[in-house]
């Protein structure tokens, strides 16, 4: 006679041995798992003041992001990339004045920042590359008078940055490369008086630094390249008075043209 006990341990050991196939492949199987990024950001103040905007993207690649203020002051941006490759971010302040924008890319590469200040005046942008490669930034002030602009490379190789004044006057522009290799900075002034122009290449290899005053005047410009090897600055001036030129080189196999025209 079969005991309960005979029994309950044959009914344990069937379960078992049902069971097992099943957790194991469970265990083995790879886990779904959505690609992050291709996300598209758009943010519109039109006719509004006081307006704050935060973009964030963590780990998340491919994304598109555009932020404008039109007839809009006093506003605020912020966008944060963090691990996020191949975006896009757009921020246009139109007729918008007293505005912050500032862009920083963190550990993130092959990225493309645009920043237009287009009849605004008054406006602080920033833009930071932290140990970010392959970086496009791009900072226009079109009819922008008074605005401050800041370009931050910082172990951050192969970035170009644009930052062009057009009618613009009295702004500071600032492009600091620290630990940066090939990377290239051009900064113009376009019937644009009373600018200061500041660049820093910190340990930066194979730079390149383009100044280029047209019809410019009073403007002061300075580039320092502390501990740099083969990099080139150039300075222009054309039909531009009163301005000063200073170029400081630390460093083996550097180039300087300065050219004063008019």
Same mark, same amino acid.
């Given at each position: 006679?079969?005991?309960?006990?005979s029994?309950?341990?044959?009914?344990?050991?069937?379960?078992?041995?049902?069971?097992?196939?099943?957790?194991?492949?469970?265990?083995?199987?790879?886990?779904?798992?959505?690609?992050?990024?291709?996300?598209?950001?758009?943010?519109?103040?039109?006719?509004?003041?006081?307006?704050?905007?935060?973009?964030?993207?963590?780990?998340?690649?491919?994304?598109?992001?555009?932020i404008?203020?039109?007839?809009?002051?006093?506003n605020?941006?912020?966008?944060?990339?963090?691990?996020?490759?191949?975006?896009?971010?757009?921020?246009?302040?139109?007729?918008a004045?007293?505005?912050?924008?500032?862009?920083?890319?963190?550990?993130? *590469?092959? !990225?493309?920042?645009? &920043?237009? /200040? +287009? @009849? #605004? =005046?008054? $406006?602080?942008?920033?833009? %930071?590359?932290?140990?970010?490669?392959?970086?496009?930034?791009?900072?226009?002030?079109?009819?922008? *008078?008074? !605005?401050?602009?800041? &370009?931050? /490379? +910082? @172990? #951050? =190789?192969? $970035?170009?940055?644009?930052? %062009?004044?057009?009618?613009?006057?009295?702004?500071?522009t600032?492009?600091?490369?620290?630990?940066?290799?090939?990377?290239?900075?051009? &900064?113009? /002034?376009?019937?644009? =008086?009373? $600018?200061?122009?500041?660049?820093?290449?910190?340990?930066?290899?194979?730079?390149?630094?383009?100044?280029?005053?047209?019809?410019?005047?009073?403007?002061?410009?300075? &580039?320092? /390249?502390?501990?740099?090897?083969?990099?080139?600055?150039?300075?222009?001036?054309?039909?531009?008075?009163?301005?000063?030129?200073?170029?400081?080189?630390?460093?083996?196999?550097?180039?300087t043209?300065?050219?004063?025209?008019?």
């Open positions: 006679m079969i005991s309960a006990r029994i309950a341990r044959a009914v344990l050991i069937g379960l078992v041995a049902f069971t097992v196939p099943f957790t194991a492949a469970t265990a083995t199987a790879k886990s779904w798992v959505p690609e992050p990024g291709h996300n598209d950001v758009a943010v519109t103040n039109h006719h509004g003041d006081d307006n704050g905007t935060t973009v964030s993207n963590i780990a998340a690649s491919s994304n598109w992001i555009e404008a203020n039109l007839d809009a002051d006093d605020d941006t912020a966008v944060g990339n963090n691990h996020a490759h191949y975006t896009s971010t757009a921020v246009g302040n139109h007729d004045d007293h505005n912050a924008t500032s862009v920083m890319n963190t550990l993130s *590469h092959s !990225n493309s920042t645009a &920043v237009a /200040n +287009d @009849d #605004a =005046d008054h $406006n602080a942008t920033a833009v %930071s590359n932290n140990n970010a490669d392959a970086n496009n930034v791009n900072v226009s002030n079109a009819d922008a *008078h008074a !605005n401050t602009t800041a &370009v931050t /490379n +910082d @172990d #951050a =190789d192969s $970035n170009a940055v644009v930052a %062009s004044n057009t009618g613009a006057d009295h702004n500071d600032t492009v600091t490369n620290d630990d940066a290799a090939s990377t290239t900075s051009v &900064v113009s /002034n376009l019937a644009s =008086d009373d $600018n200061d122009t500041a660049i820093t290449n910190d340990n930066a290899t194979a730079s390149t630094t383009v100044v280029s005053n047209n019809a410019s005047s009073d403007n002061d410009i300075t &580039v320092d /390249n502390t501990n740099t090897a083969n990099t080139t600055t150039v300075v222009a001036a054309n039909g531009s008075h009163h301005n000063a030129t200073v170029v400081s080189n630390n460093g083996h196999g550097n180039n043209v300065v050219h004063n025209h008019g």
